[in-house]
């Protein structure tokens, strides 16, 4: 093989692992949205829609798990179409598959104990995840968006009182949704 032609083979490579890191900015503007339209419908319906606290945990788990299990299903299709699997898929894959089981984790014990709200941790944890994708696919504004939720996770915890639906909405749209945008059109190129 010429010089040229692995020139080309390299190249090649790294366009396709490029591309295959859309996906993953389709699931960040997916969630961004998805979160953020959970957060408006409970910030202006809640003291209709939930007239008990039972309510309001059915709404957080039971919507979310069926976003799970859409965008689950979304990935495997995809990972079917493409074919293969790369190493930092693979990675990215299980990052997020362990944040799901933290998620879930943290919305149980906070159920049984009663004793804190998930908001603050679930976004501690949402952080790191987007902190540690951003770093392992060398994206600067996913990495970012990890920062930002941390800043707004700092606001919470200075200002007790404030409101998390509020704060989950815009850590989200900061944190995940316009870095998931950006991700999904400019990685490729």
Request: proline share 4%; no cysteine.
């Amino acid at each position: 093989m010429k010089s040229n032609n692995h020139i080309k083979l390299i190249n090649d490579t790294i366009n396709k692992t490029k591309e295959n890191l859309k996906p993953l900015g389709y699931n960040l503007v997916f969630w961004g949205i998805f979160i953020n339209i959970l957060s408006v419908i409970h910030y202006f319906f809640g003291s209709f829609i939930f007239q008990k606290m039972l309510h309001v945990w059915i709404y957080w788990v039971t919507f979310p798990l069926i976003g799970m299990i859409y965008m689950s299903r979304w990935n495997i299709k995809r990972g079917i179409k493409i074919g293969y699997q790369t190493i930092i898929g693979r990675a990215i894959g299980i990052i997020w598959a362990v944040f799901g089981l933290g998620w879930l984790l943290i919305v149980v014990i906070s159920m049984i104990t009663k004793s804190f709200h998930p908001t603050p941790v679930i976004l501690f944890l949402l952080g790191l995840v987007l902190i540690m994708n951003g770093l392992i696919i060398k994206f600067k504004p996913l990495t970012a968006g990890g920062i930002v939720i941390f800043m707004f996770i700092y606001s919470i915890i200075s200002n007790p009182d404030t409101n998390y639906l509020i704060v989950n909405m815009v850590a989200v749209t900061f944190g995940m949704l316009i870095p998931g945008f950006f991700l999904y059109k400019f990685k490729t190129n």
